[in-house]
């Protein structure tokens, strides 16, 4: 494998195939030379790379986008042709947006010969991501730009040419930051198809609650022209409580499912990350769903079914009791690091219900409820290669004589912990997903989700639960060993 990639783009499913497009360069493992690359799957576990599939011009770089499948013809390049729209971007032409089509099932793309198709109308230097999606009620498709702190909507009747309508976004969430990579999908509420909310995505860079770049979401009501969300502008929802989870986008032409793909890395030290020759990783897709909570409505995000097609053993551990620490030498044989936990706690007294994944160089992974602060923690500060993430900060200091002295802190980007808010609860169902570099975290069915990367030397292959406060009991304990 060589060179980069960030986040995902152009998400479509047509004719039995998932296309993944990404920001892609091909000729170094940094940020730049920015292309459509281009990979295909049958079941969104195996995925087969083909060459890129929209490359750079004179217009510029090949920033993110959305596909379609044209399936009325609208466009006039054929039934069933997969559109893509995208954002050329140059100091030149600035940020905008642009059209291609493909009568290939997404395999080569033919550039508009009238691009670019919007301009930012008060010459906005961030403008870009466009999300284009059928609303159906108002018979018409919807475009999303992501434009400086805020999105804009704008409809068309043929694909072409685009209308503004309203803009959503300013005062709103964590502020101020970048809107990038906007998306927006209606869902039902706790399953209930007499009761659908619209959920908008909003990537954001910086704003992490953790530092660098992170995915927000606003739920609320959309008529066709305006977006209004139903919580207060200082009210902010996080879809991943994790440092490395961006620019999530769901596939289009899914019918009911939703499916989403995040970039899981940070704008922070993605360039810095110890993998070259190349660098950039999709997490696992993730199904979302609306749910309830103390009366407020809130986005789920489930690992996708297709994951346990990777199952390829299963180690069941008998259900024991911790009431100070609890040791278990060998997770698998022969791991070569990548492993789903599934595991369901019953919280009985505990104050503390923690446990660390580690290997037999002493890094590890420690996951913890602290349940007097209501957290769910993933701490990372020992994980393995860790060093990357440091960055100098540089203070000068007047003195009494009028001469400056320098000082030198560090801070450190990647080695800390995240935190999500917890309830308190008898029982805790948890999966977590090991891989070589990375660990997703997904509690009670995707209702908190936690993705962060990792950089042991070898694989964690051993664990020790540990409690503080009183017991709890593991009740329900499996290792798969997942392989493609």
């Not at 947006?97 to 508009?112: E, H, I, V």
């Not at 203070?395 to 000082?407: A, F, L």
Request: glycine fraction near 8%; proline fraction near 4%.
């Amino acid at each position: 494998l060589y060179g980069w990639m960030n986040n995902a783009n152009g998400l479509v499913y047509e004719d039995e195939e998932y296309h993944l497009y990404y920001q892609y360069n091909p000729y170094g493992s940094k940020w730049g030379n920015m292309h459509w690359g281009h990979s295909i799957s049958k079941d969104l576990m195996h995925w087969e790379h083909l060459a890129p599939a929209i490359v750079r011009d004179t217009l510029g770089h090949i920033f993110a986008g959305s596909s379609i499948v044209d399936q009325e013809n609208v466009a006039g390049y054929g039934t069933g042709t997969i559109l893509a729209f995208y954002t050329s971007a140059s100091d030149k032409n600035g940020q905008i947006q642009c059209l291609a089509y493909s009568n290939d099932n997404g395999r080569t793309f033919t550039k508009y010969d009238k691009n670019p198709i919007l301009r930012s109308s008060d010459r906005r230097k961030d403008f870009r991501d466009p999300k284009v999606f059928w609303y159906a009620p108002g018979n018409k498709w919807i475009m999303i730009v992501a434009a400086d702190k805020e999105m804009r909507f704008y409809d068309s009747e043929d694909l072409k040419d685009w209308n503004y309508m309203s803009s959503f976004g300013e005062g709103y969430g964590v502020q101020p930051c970048q809107f990038e990579c906007p998306d927006m999908v209606e869902l039902p509420v706790d399953g209930d198809t007499e009761h659908k909310k619209w959920a908008l995505i909003v990537n954001v860079n910086p704003g992490c609650y953790f530092g660098g770049s992170a995915t927000q979401y606003f739920i609320g009501d959309f008529d066709g022209t305006r977006f209004i969300c139903d919580s207060k502008p200082d009210v902010t929802k996080w879809l991943d409580w994790g440092k490395d989870h961006y620019a999530t986008v769901s596939f289009s032409n899914m019918g009911r499912r939703v499916i989403v793909v995040p970039w899981m890395s940070n704008w922070q030290y993605c360039n810095n990350v110890p993998t070259k020759p190349f660098r950039g990783v999709n997490a696992l897709p993730r199904e979302l769903g609306l749910y309830t909570q103390s009366g407020d409505i809130y986005l789920s995000a489930a690992p996708v079914a297709e994951v346990k097609n990777l199952r390829k053993e299963t180690k069941e551990i008998p259900a024991f009791t911790v009431a100070n620490d609890y040791h278990i030498e060998s997770l698998l044989p022969d791991n070569e690091g990548a492993y789903e936990l599934s595991l369901d706690i019953m919280a009985e007294k505990a104050e503390i219900i923690g446990f660390s994944l580690f290997n037999d160089k002493g890094e590890k992974v420690d996951i913890y409820f602290n349940l007097p602060e209501r957290k769910l923690v993933m701490d990372r500060t020992k994980s393995g290669i860790v060093d990357f993430g440091k960055n100098s900060v540089t203070h000068e200091i007047e003195v009494h004589d009028r001469r400056k002295t320098t000082s030198i802190n560090y801070i450190d980007d990647f080695a800390l912990a995240t935190w999500a808010p917890v309830r308190k609860e008898n029982k805790y169902r948890l999966d977590i997903f090991v891989d070589k570099c990375s660990v997703e975290i997904f509690l009670n069915e995707g209702k908190i989700a936690m993705s962060n990367l990792v950089f042991p030397t070898e694989p964690y292959n051993r664990m020790c639960f540990y409690s503080k406060g009183g017991t709890f009991k593991v009740d329900t304990f499996k290792v798969h060993r997942l392989s493609l």
